[in-house]
């Protein structure tokens, strides 16, 4: 055996790298996957494959909810029940009114259309999804829901409730896809308000809260406004309720503050609806 | 060791909308009493696969997690002979600081490096929530090995 002839020395007098160089090592590693992820978004693939080999884990960490939830159902109170199925029922009556009419409404603007000789508006359609959990990532406001590109959803398609927009997707696993809340502070949503027509830019404030800003042209907006979707950035449809306005501050600014409560701020969703461009629904 | 691993990381991908930032992170917890009680078994590559997995299935921009992990397998195996040498309560006063520290890096530097600042400051609450449940987290963890110690000889 020959001095610094590593096959032959014993395990217990090798030298390899110590601790602290090891572990600064991996924290240049952990630094560049970060990089790789969030600012080049190269790392998709990896995300992929292994959000499949995690898929079990996450199915076996809510396994107690679900029992849970089938637990409530079926000790559920039957006068509750009746008393939901009436306001279920009504509900039903009021939207069928409200579908009938917007079908009308659509048959004649498609007609306006043809006349003036517009292109047809594209057509959605809405993809019920189940909120599987809330992101714990401290630095982010998101949502997973139980639909992936396997069931046809793309990034930057919108997410809906009963009362209007939630959110956006902006990442699509296989199985799962992360909805983005309208309310982060990277968020930006083209909107009208409804009585005046005057467009702007939505920007998420954190904590629930949006801000009206670069509105083009001259500021016509009052506290009570209805703020929609205005469809121009080619991923919202037209239209889609977003929140009220709340706060209108004239503080001797050049442009007034103008702060808009979203309609769907209650973070608190079982279930939502994406809203698929036609072109994009899984057969 | 894999298998509690695994098993933390299942409970750090429950849904707990009531604790949802500030809970303790359980992989995190077993990452440290494993680089405590088998350093040898408990390097870096390991920690950077099991947070990266804990990314994933958060939905976590990747590279976070394992950035507070690493740190933390570094700090409980550099001191580890003296933290072992104190009772759970004990090791858990010291390994707080080693948390907090930490998650206080993963914050920043996922503000320099990707520009993302903190939204739920709850999440700074985390180590101590984690240094309340490092006894019984340990005890848990041990118990297999202190069954063993007391099987009957016979048995292999």
Same mark, same amino acid.
């Given at each position: 055996m020959t001095v610094g002839d590593s096959a032959a020395t014993p395990l217990s007098f090798r030298r390899s790298l110590s601790l602290t160089t090891r572990a600064w090592l991996a924290t240049l590693v952990a630094v560049a996957v970060m990089v790789a992820d969030a600012r080049f978004d190269w790392l998709t693939p990896l995300r992929d494959g292994v959000s499949v080999l995690v898929r079990p884990l996450v199915a076996a960490g809510q396994w107690p909810f679900r029992v849970w939830e089938m637990l409530e159902r079926t000790t559920i109170d039957v006068v509750a029940l009746q008393k939901e199925n009436a306001e279920l029922r009504r509900q039903v009556l009021t939207l069928s009114a409200q579908i009938w009419e917007g079908a009308a409404a659509r048959r004649e603007n498609d007609r306006l259309r043809a006349l003036l000789g517009?292109?047809?508006?594209?057509?959605?359609?809405?993809?019920?999804?189940?909120?599987?959990?809330?992101?714990?990532?401290?630095?982010?406001?998101?949502?997973?829901?139980?639909?992936?590109?396997?069931?046809?959803?793309?990034?930057?398609?919108?997410?809906?409730?009963?009362?209007?927009?939630?959110?956006?997707? !902006?990442?699509?696993?296989?199985?799962?896809?992360?909805? !983005?809340?309208?309310?982060?502070?990277?968020?930006?949503?083209? &909107?009208?308000?409804?009585?005046?027509?005057?467009?702007?830019?939505?920007?998420?404030?954190? /904590?629930?809260?949006?801000?009206?800003?670069?509105?083009l042209g001259e500021w016509s907006v009052a506290e009570g406004d209805e703020v929609v979707t205005s469809g121009l950035d080619g991923l919202f449809p037209t239209?889609?309720?977003?929140?009220?306005?709340?706060?209108?501050?004239?503080?001797?600014?050049?442009?007034? $503050?103008?702060? &808009? !409560?979203?309609?769907?701020?209650? /973070?608190?969703?079982?279930? $939502?609806?994406?809203l698929v461009r036609d072109e994009t629904v899984a057969p | 060791m894999i298998v509690t691993l695994l098993a933390a990381l299942a409970l750090d991908l429950i849904p707990r909308p009531w604790m949802a930032v500030w809970g303790p992170e359980a992989t995190l917890l077993t990452l440290t009493f494993w680089a405590l009680r088998a350093p040898a078994w408990t390097g870096f590559g390991l920690t950077l696969l099991v947070s990266i997995a804990l990314d994933v299935g958060r939905g976590a921009v990747l590279g976070q997690t394992a950035l507070a992990a690493i740190w933390v397998v570094w700090g409980a195996q550099k001191w580890r002979s003296r933290v072992l040498w104190f009772g759970p309560l004990g090791q858990a006063a010291h390994l707080v600081?080693?948390?907090?520290?930490?998650?206080?890096?993963?914050?920043?530097?996922?503000?320099?490096?990707?520009?993302?600042?903190? &939204?739920?400051?709850?999440? $700074?609450?985390?180590?101590?929530?984690?240094?309340l449940l490092w006894p019984l987290w340990y005890a848990v963890l041990l118990w297999p090995q202190r069954w063993r110690a007391v099987m009957p000889k016979h048995r292999v």
């Amino acid at each position: 055996m020959t001095v610094g002839d590593s096959a032959a020395t014993p395990l217990s007098f090798r030298r390899s790298l110590s601790l602290t160089t090891r572990a600064w090592l991996a924290t240049l590693v952990a630094v560049a996957v970060m990089v790789a992820d969030a600012r080049f978004d190269w790392l998709t693939p990896l995300r992929d494959g292994v959000s499949v080999l995690v898929r079990p884990l996450v199915a076996a960490g809510q396994w107690p909810f679900r029992v849970w939830e089938m637990l409530e159902r079926t000790t559920i109170d039957v006068v509750a029940l009746q008393k939901e199925n009436a306001e279920l029922r009504r509900q039903v009556l009021t939207l069928s009114a409200q579908i009938w009419e917007g079908a009308a409404a659509r048959r004649e603007n498609d007609r306006l259309r043809a006349l003036l000789g517009f292109a047809p508006m594209p057509g959605t359609r809405l993809l019920p999804a189940q909120v599987l959990y809330d992101s714990p990532d401290p630095f982010s406001r998101r949502i997973v829901i139980d639909r992936g590109s396997n069931h046809g959803i793309q990034p930057g398609l919108a997410v809906a409730a009963a009362k209007g927009l939630v959110g956006q997707v !902006t990442r699509v696993q296989p199985l799962v896809s992360e909805v !983005t809340l309208m309310t982060h502070e990277r968020m930006r949503i083209p &909107v009208t308000v409804a009585r005046t027509g005057m467009r702007g830019i939505l920007w998420g404030r954190g /904590e629930g809260a949006l801000q009206l800003r670069d509105v083009l042209g001259e500021w016509s907006v009052a506290e009570g406004d209805e703020v929609v979707t205005s469809g121009l950035d080619g991923l919202f449809p037209t239209g889609l309720p977003v929140g009220r306005v709340t706060r209108v501050e004239h503080g001797g600014q050049v442009e007034p $503050l103008v702060f &808009v !409560t979203p309609f769907e701020a209650g /973070e608190r969703w079982r279930q $939502l609806l994406v809203l698929v461009r036609d072109e994009t629904v899984a057969p | 060791m894999i298998v509690t691993l695994l098993a933390a990381l299942a409970l750090d991908l429950i849904p707990r909308p009531w604790m949802a930032v500030w809970g303790p992170e359980a992989t995190l917890l077993t990452l440290t009493f494993w680089a405590l009680r088998a350093p040898a078994w408990t390097g870096f590559g390991l920690t950077l696969l099991v947070s990266i997995a804990l990314d994933v299935g958060r939905g976590a921009v990747l590279g976070q997690t394992a950035l507070a992990a690493i740190w933390v397998v570094w700090g409980a195996q550099k001191w580890r002979s003296r933290v072992l040498w104190f009772g759970p309560l004990g090791q858990a006063a010291h390994l707080v600081w080693l948390w907090a520290g930490a998650l206080a890096l993963q914050v920043a530097v996922r503000w320099l490096v990707v520009g993302d600042g903190i &939204v739920a400051y709850g999440y $700074l609450l985390a180590p101590l929530w984690m240094a309340l449940l490092w006894p019984l987290w340990y005890a848990v963890l041990l118990w297999p090995q202190r069954w063993r110690a007391v099987m009957p000889k016979h048995r292999v």
